[in-house]
């Protein structure tokens, strides 16, 4: 059996492969964020670096909203501020939507899934095991031609495969560069 490891890589690899070269006007981006929780365990932080990669989809609605699609690879360190050894990594495959009504303003919709390496219970939050779904609402100010401010809900949940499903529920603040 494959190892939760093994099939993230591949996954990230098809992605990888499967780019056409008919994406060269539409702009991959990496971005770093910082998100903290806020409704159960308030010490919990993240810290993310992500790969936003455009996927074929692109679409115009009315005169100016822009739609397009995209996957997120993000690699994130969640820790409890104030604990030595409560901290865990997070590797995630988030594929998006991404739409606004003209090129300074993205509003994000993403559903995805991944796995933790390390620690999965802080103080009074069980996260229940290393498996999870995850989702971003958010909007994305952009600013000139490469750089972009991010502000994202973000969740995470274990959807009730575990016996435990606290789940996380963050503000997430993010910096996007396009290239």
């Known amino acids: 059996m494959m190892s939760t490891a093994k099939i993230f890589i591949l996954s990230l690899a098809i992605v990888v492969v499967a780019t056409p070269s008919s994406f060269a006007e539409m702009l991959s981006q990496l971005g770093v964020g910082y998100g903290m929780e806020f409704k159960e365990n ?15 989809y692109k679409t115009t609605f009315g005169d ?9 690879v993000g690699a994130t360190l969640l820790r409890e501020e104030g604990c030595d050894n409560d901290e865990t990594g ?16 993205n509003f994000i919709v993403g559903v995805g899934a991944g796995f ?13 095991g ?8 958010g909007a994305q100010l952009v600013l000139g ?10 969740h995470q949940s274990n959807a009730g495969i575990y016996d435990y499903n606290i789940g996380l529920n963050m503000h997430h603040f993010a910096v996007s560069y396009k290239f």
């Open 42 to 56: 308030k010490d919990l932080e993240q810290y993310e670096i992500f790969w936003r990669q455009p996927l074929p």
């Open 64 to 72: 100016s909203w822009n739609v397009t699609t995209s996957v997120e």
């Open 90 to 105: 997070r590797f995630s495959l988030m594929p998006q939507v991404i739409f606004g009504p003209h090129d300074m303003v």
């Open 116 to 128: 933790m390496v390390g620690e999965t219970e802080f103080t009074g939050q069980n996260l229940g």
């Open 130 to 137: 290393s498996f999870l779904f995850n989702s971003k609402v």
């Open 145 to 154: 031609e490469h750089w972009g401010l991010e502000y994202v809900f973000y």
